[in-house]
């Protein structure tokens, strides 16, 4: 079945480095790609999407690129802030060509970030 | 606030009682969905509703789990005889109309069940 693989946590970083969060996924159909983000005590937030293959998908300086040739859906992000400390998530769910309904996600990565 | 709310927000319980958790979708959302997260783990999917039918069930959704969207709004999540291993966070999403685009999902806080 269509699965997500993302990354081992727990990531920690400098305040102004450079994040990249690897994702691959497995997938039959036509999948739609995210990036869900889980501050703490706090619920998923979506944070960017792809739909189809070599869109990009952007927010608050996060950068993921679908890349249907590998797989992948990468999170960057080029400069860190402590506030970004969360918990991400990456999720598949299928398109045209599958079900409508669920999302299926990775096992999450934590960044925290350092000052 | 207009978001997906859930209630309660924490519930403990003895193994064997049953429990119920509501959820509100954002208004006009149409299709609303569960899911349930472990500690360390991703979200993984239970059930989908669209308006007032239940249109897909996950193999995780035990006979002791019953979901139900009477008018096409709130949902209810029953689980019945309680265990310990369905201690996990209960989370809810909503989403608008299907247009032909995968629509985002947007996730409520959660309700944290602890079965002791």
């Known amino acids: 079945g269509d699965s997500v693989t993302q990354m081992e946590g727990p990531v920690t970083l400098s305040e102004e480095a450079f994040l990249t969060i690897n994702c691959t996924y497995t997938a039959t159909g036509y999948p739609s790609l995210f990036w869900y983000v889980q501050y703490p005590g706090e619920g998923l937030q979506l944070l960017l999407k792809a739909t189809k293959a070599d869109d990009k998908g952007s927010n608050k300086g996060f950068e993921a690129t679908y890349r249907k040739e590998t797989t992948s859906f990468h999170l960057e992000k080029g400069s860190v802030q402590v506030s970004d400390s969360a918990v991400y998530f990456c999720?598949?769910?299928?398109?045209?060509?599958?079900?409508?309904?669920?999302?299926?996600f990775g096992k999450g990565t934590k960044l925290s970030v350092k000052p | 606030d207009t978001g997906v709310s859930q209630d309660p927000r924490h519930k403990i319980t003895k193994r064997g009682q049953n429990v119920t958790f509501r959820c509100d979708p954002i208004s006009e959302h149409n299709r609303l969905y569960w899911y349930r997260q472990t500690l360390g783990q991703g979200p993984e999917f239970l059930t989908y509703?669209?308006?007032?039918?239940?249109?897909?069930k996950s193999r995780l959704l035990s006979d002791r789990f019953s979901a139900e969207r009477p008018k096409g709004s709130f949902s209810t999540l029953e689980i019945q005889r309680t265990e310990q291993g369905d201690s996990a966070m209960y989370l809810c999403?909503?989403?608008?109309?299907?247009?032909?685009?995968?629509?985002?999902?947007?996730f409520g806080p959660g309700t944290r069940l602890l079965v002791l």
């Open positions: 999403a909503s989403s608008p109309p299907w247009t032909g685009a995968q629509e985002t999902q947007y």
């Open positions: 999720a598949l769910s299928e398109g045209y060509g599958g079900s409508q309904g669920n999302l299926i």
């Open positions: 509703f669209q308006n007032e039918a239940q249109l897909e």
